[in-house]
């Protein structure tokens, strides 16, 4: 066989085997996901920002989680954002009947805290349903109170 057929005969073997990497490597990602949105390619930002375009209202992240975890019906995507539904459900109620009392609480902050409880502490560098080019520090400000759980928040604070 001459030398450029057996060449063009290994890219092509070569090429077979990156893409079957690639799709055991796309499947296992998949699998390792804990629950999927309904937003398809649209990022979360461009979802909030036709929100508000259509209800006049500025969409927070609670309600963004809302929108984009549930089917057009009405009822969540998985059970496990049922879940998390409640439990963000739940923990905004609980945070709504402290601060009834107290008249300078933020709404919004109340909501970071909501979610980071829920969800878990934001990954480095990254804002839950913000999309790509939002950095905690455009976000959040330049303090990093938001990173902390609310008992070390506490002990930073004295």
Same mark, same amino acid.
């Given at each position: 066989m001459p030398r450029r057929r057996l060449r063009d005969?290994?890219?092509?073997?070569?090429?077979?085997?990156?893409?079957?990497?690639? &799709?055991?490597? @796309? $499947?296992?990602?998949?699998? !390792?996901?804990?629950?999927t949105h309904t937003a398809g390619s649209r990022s979360f930002a461009c979802v909030a920002q036709g929100t508000e375009a259509s209800s006049g209202q500025k969409v927070g992240r609670l309600q963004l989680f809302y929108i984009t975890h549930r &089917?057009?019906? @009405? $009822?969540?995507?998985?059970? !496990?954002?049922a879940e998390i539904m409640e439990k963000l459900k739940d923990k905004k109620a609980e945070y709504e009947a402290t601060s009834s009392t107290d008249s300078s609480v933020n709404f919004e902050d109340i909501d970071n805290r909501i979610i980071n409880e829920v969800l878990g502490p934001e990954r480095y560098g990254r804002v839950r349903f913000q999309g790509s080019g939002v950095n905690p520090t455009q976000y959040f400000g330049s303090t990093s109170h938001q990173y902390m759980p609310s008992g070390s928040q506490s002990q930073a604070e004295v």
């Open positions: 005969l290994s890219i092509v073997q070569n090429t077979t085997n990156s893409e079957e990497d690639r &799709k055991r490597v @796309g $499947t296992s990602s998949r699998q !390792k996901q804990k629950f &089917k057009k019906d @009405g $009822t969540p995507m998985t059970s !496990k954002a």
